[in-house]
T-cell receptor, first 112, second 114 residues
Framework: DVKVTQSSRYLVKRTGEKVFLECVQD?????MFWYRQDPGLGLRLIYF???????EKGDIPEGYSVSREKKERFSLILESASTNQTSMYLC???????????FGSGTRLTVV | GENVEQHPSTLSVQEGDSAVIKCTYS??????FPWYKQELGKRPQLIID?????GEKKDQRIAVTLNKTAKHFSLHITETQPEDSAVYFC?????????????FGQGTTLQVKP
């Protein structure tokens, strides 16, 4: 059973802080994704990676960056947290093109 | 940009009735269409998916239909049960990318009343 683990379930950070959200998958999946989930807006893609050290912007990359130094780990970085980045962040991985995602449990981030 | 529209945003049915959720997509190159169920406080989980070479797929009480010409696909749940209550998301693969990127609909909150 594929596991996608997000390091924190809840986080509270202050405006201007640099925030790191970590995601680890244990099934050698090529593709990893970061989405944010907001009520009424569904899941919106922030960044994704299809290989180590490779990354591509999604639909809402502003204010975020990512890092994928190892295949199993994909980190989302909020360079300077702002209140409009308060949201649920979901990490996902997939084996290859046109395969379903496995999601992590999510990190609920509150920026105050 | 590419998008997926999902309707309705909320749906309330009596236990035993059927529920239908509809999605339309904009990218004619989309060829993979998964559906996810997210129970309260839990992660989204894949419940069924369909690829563009298939018009319909069933798995027990759930089925998905795809109309590529009209660019829409639907989730059908028959004989609904209270445990079907959740948020359901449709998604479509984006274009010719080889990275498996998905665009999601806005979600439908399904409530099944006992």
């Amino acid at each position: 059973d594929v596991k996608v683990t997000q390091s924190s379930r809840y986080l509270v950070k202050r405006t201007g802080e640099k925030v790191f959200l970590e995601c680890v998958q244990d099934m050698d999946h090529e593709n990893m994704f970061w989405y944010r989930q907001d009520p009424g807006l569904g899941l919106r893609l922030i960044y994704f990676s299809y290989d180590v050290k490779m990354k591509e912007k999604g639909d809402i990359p502003e204010g975020y960056s990512v890092s994928r130094e190892k295949k199993e780990r994909f980190s989302l970085i909020l360079e300077s947290a702002s209140t409009n980045q308060t949201s649920m962040y979901l990490c996902a991985s997939s084996l290859e093109f046109n395969y379903g995602y496995t999601f992590g449990s999510g990190t609920r981030l509150t920026v105050v | 940009g590419e998008n997926v529209e999902q309707h309705p945003s909320t749906l309330s049915v009596q236990e035993g009735d059927s529920a239908v959720i509809k999605c339309t997509y904009s990218d004619s190159a989309s060829n993979y269409f998964p559906w996810y169920k997210q129970e309260l406080g839990k992660r989204p989980q894949l419940i069924i998916d369909i690829r563009s070479n298939v018009g319909e797929k069933k798995d027990q009480r759930i089925a998905v239909t795809l109309n590529k010409t009209a660019k829409h696909f639907s989730l059908h749940i028959t004989e609904t049960q209270p445990e079907d209550s959740a948020v359901y998301f449709c998604a479509a693969s984006i274009g010719s990318s080889n990275t498996g990127k998905l665009i999601f609909g806005q979600g439908t909150t399904l409530q099944v009343k006992p």
